[in-house]
Every structure is written in C-alpha cells, then in structure tokens.
C-alpha cells in the first residue's frame, strides 16, 4: 500500500536555526515526491519536486530535498530558517497523473 | 500567472442541507482532482478527473456526494445531505494530464466547509 509517513507532528526552531523536516514513503514503483507548504486556512504551495535524475532538489524560498532510495526517504531541509516559514509541511508521493498520497503534516514553529 | 479558482471560500451550512463547491482548474489542465482535508490531517483523494471523465471515485461517499466535469473545464462538487463529519477543507487541484511525464499539481486556496 502506497503511504507517506511525517514522524514528527510539531518542531520548534529558532529564527536563524537550520531546519530537517524528515518523510518516509511506501511506493510500489519508481515515486514522484513532492513537499508541499501550507499556510493556515490557504492551499497548498509546491515547494520542490523529485522526478529523476540528481537526487538532491533545490526549491523554492530556499528549501531543498534529498531522494534516498534505500532509506525511502526524502527530506526537507533550509540551512537559516525564517519566522515567515512557520507553517505546516506536507510530503506527498504519487506517479505520472495519479493522485497524490499525503503524509499527515509537520507544524513549524519558529520562535526569536 | 494562472491559478486554480474555488469558490466559496467558506461556507458554514446546517446537517442535512445541501452545499454546492466549485473549481476551475488552470486553462489547459486536463486532470482534475478534489481532495478533502480534515482538521490536522493531509488531504486525501475524494475524485480524480481525466478531461470529462471520472478516473478514480473509489473514496467518494456516493451515497451523498456527487461531482461532475461537464465539459471538461470546470467542476461542481456536491453535498447532500450534509453530515456534521463532513467539515473539512476541500481542494481542487489541476495538471497538465497524462503522456507528459510529469505529476505537478496546483492547488487553489480551497472551500472551508462548517457544517452545525
């Protein structure tokens, strides 16, 4: 069964901090991933994508992702948080034109 | 840049009424899918539409909800009747379709549903 698993459900950092948001999948086939930001009561803003190739993505507001086929993994990071980053994180894993599967999200918190 | 619109924004409605969500997707977009979102959850698949066809309804409650792609364009979501359960964030996404290699979807700023 396809599923993405967020192990931590809230972090704290602080302003300046550098920044891991951790993502486990279970995916049949080769997996697209993405990580997705959200805002409170907006949608979802892509941050990155993983399709192939060079494993390590660059997105957008300076956030990157590490594909690691053998740990199943794919991970945020951002080497200086901001205190507009606080938001909630989603991971999700899909294939060509299929729906995506969400993890069930990371709250940040940024703190001074 | 072109953006994926829904509307209401909100809506606040009583159990046992009918409520209406609407989205279009990005002009172009052949696929279209509704999630739900419940309160601290990831969204989830509600229907997937391929042009005007449905491709995936298998979680769609069909004893009372229902969506429609008409002409492959825009799509209505419907609820009726409404069930307290069914408050939740519903969002619509769009992409470009199959043959394309590619799986991006955009979001639009979603429907808050509150049902009293």
């Known amino acids: 069964a396809q599923s993405v698993t967020q192990p931590d459900i809230h972090i704290t950092v602080s302003e300046g901090a550098s920044l891991e948001l951790r993502c486990n999948y279970s995916?049949?086939?080769?997996?697209?991933l993405f990580w997705y930001v959200q805002s409170p009561g907006q949608g979802l803003q892509l941050l990155l994508k993983?399709?192939?190739?060079?494993?390590l993505v660059q997105g957008i507001k300076g956030f990157e992702a590490e594909f690691k086929r053998s740990q199943s993994s794919f991970n945020l990071r951002k080497p200086s948080v901001h205190w507009s980053d606080a938001a909630e994180y989603f991971c999700?894993?899909?294939?060509?034109?299929?729906?995506?599967?969400f993890g069930k999200g990371t709250r940040l918190s940024v703190i001074a | 840049e072109a953006e994926v619109a829904q509307s209401p924004r909100y809506k606040i409605t009583e159990k046992s009424q009918a409520v209406a969500f609407w989205c279009d997707p990005i002009?172009?977009?052949?696929?279209l899918y509704w999630y739900r979102q419940i309160l601290g959850q990831g969204p989830e698949l509600l229907v997937q539409?391929?042009?005007?066809?449905?491709?995936?309804d298998s979680q769609l409650p069909k004893d009372r909800f229902s969506a429609e792609r008409l002409k492959g364009v825009d799509s209505t979501l419907k609820i009726q009747p409404a069930e307290l359960g069914d408050s939740a964030m519903y969002l619509c996404?769009?992409?470009?379709?199959?043959?394309?290699?590619?799986?991006?979807?955009?979001f639009g700023p979603g429907t808050r549903l509150t049902v009293l």
């Open positions: 996404a769009s992409s470009l379709g199959p043959s394309t290699g590619l799986n991006e979807q955009f």
């Open positions: 995916y049949g086939a080769t997996p697209y």
């Open positions: 993983y399709f192939s190739g060079d494993t």
């Open positions: 999700a894993v899909g294939a060509e034109n299929t729906p995506l599967v």
């Open positions: 002009s172009g977009h052949a696929t």
């Open positions: 539409f391929q042009d005007e066809s449905v491709v995936d």
